[in-house]
């Protein structure tokens, strides 16, 4: 079965920093891209950040670029994300999700549960 | 900055056909934007419907259709029933970035 887990939210003070991981199994992770994309409170959903199976290409969205940093490690079969200066509208439920990406089909086809992450003072 | 934007919500009948919409402020949405749709219930990881326009994941009911319809991508419901009610997200592909729409809440009533 085609499984993902997301681990690591918490309850951080506005500029401190989180890692939030992404354990993979029952596919070929190295053979995915993989993305991560919240949803804050009450809010819908919003792209995060993206990076190809070899982990050769990243993408930020404009809101987290230069803060968030996007890796994987294909022998542990693990996405992470490194969230520094974390910020109130940072606070969501942080999904990871597979992708599949060919020359004629895109697609996200396998979500985790989420993690949530609260920044607040 | 590239905004999608759906219909914020929806109403349709028991047995009735909806039509959801999904617009770029790029311009016309082809299918080089590889248009997902998404449906999102509340506590639940968003389920994946349609993808690449048209195609479905081999879970999606076959109630669920993906087009394009007017320069925008569309995702069609025939036949809705009570557990359709959900938020259902459009998802397009701008190069690497990705878009998500604003969602529209679709209420069965």
């Known amino acids: 079965e085609v499984q993902l887990l997301e681990s690591g939210g918490g309850l951080v003070q506005p500029g401190e920093s989180l890692r939030l991981s992404c354990a993979a199994s029952?596919?070929?992770?190295?053979?995915?891209?993989m993305s991560w994309v919240r949803q804050a409170p009450g809010k819908g959903l919003e792209w995060v950040s993206s990076?190809?199976?070899?982990?050769?290409?990243?993408f930020y969205a404009d809101s987290v670029k230069g803060r968030f940093t996007i890796s994987r490690d294909n022998s542990k079969n693990t996405l992470y994300l490194q969230m520094n200066s974390l910020r109130a509208e940072d606070t969501a439920l942080y999904y990871c999700?597979?992708?599949?990406?060919?020359?004629?089909?895109?697609?996200?086809?396998?979500w985790g549960k989420g993690t949530t992450v609260t920044v607040s003072s | 900055q590239t905004v999608v934007t759906q219909e914020p919500s929806l109403t349709v009948s028991p047995g009735g056909t909806v039509t959801f919409t999904c617009a770029s402020t790029?311009?016309?949405?082809?299918?080089?934007?590889?248009p997902n749709w998404f449906q999102h219930k509340p506590g639940q990881a968003p389920r994946p419907l349609i993808y690449?326009?048209?195609n479905k994941h081999s879970w999606t009911p076959a109630r669920f259709s993906g087009s394009l319809l007017g320069g925008k991508a569309a995702l069609t419901l025939s036949g809705v029933q009570p557990e359709d009610e959900a938020d259902y997200f459009c998802?397009?592909?701008?190069?690497?970035?990705?878009?998500f729409g604003g969602g529209t809440k679709l209420t069965v009533l």
């Open positions: 998802l397009l592909y701008f190069g690497g970035a990705r878009v």
């Open positions: 790029t311009g016309a949405v082809t299918s080089s934007y590889y």
């Open positions: 690449s326009t048209s």
């Open positions: 029952g596919f070929t992770f190295s053979s995915s891209a």
């Open positions: 990076m190809s199976g070899s982990g050769g290409n990243r």
């Open positions: 999700a597979k992708e599949e990406i060919t020359f004629d089909y895109y697609y996200m086809d396998v």
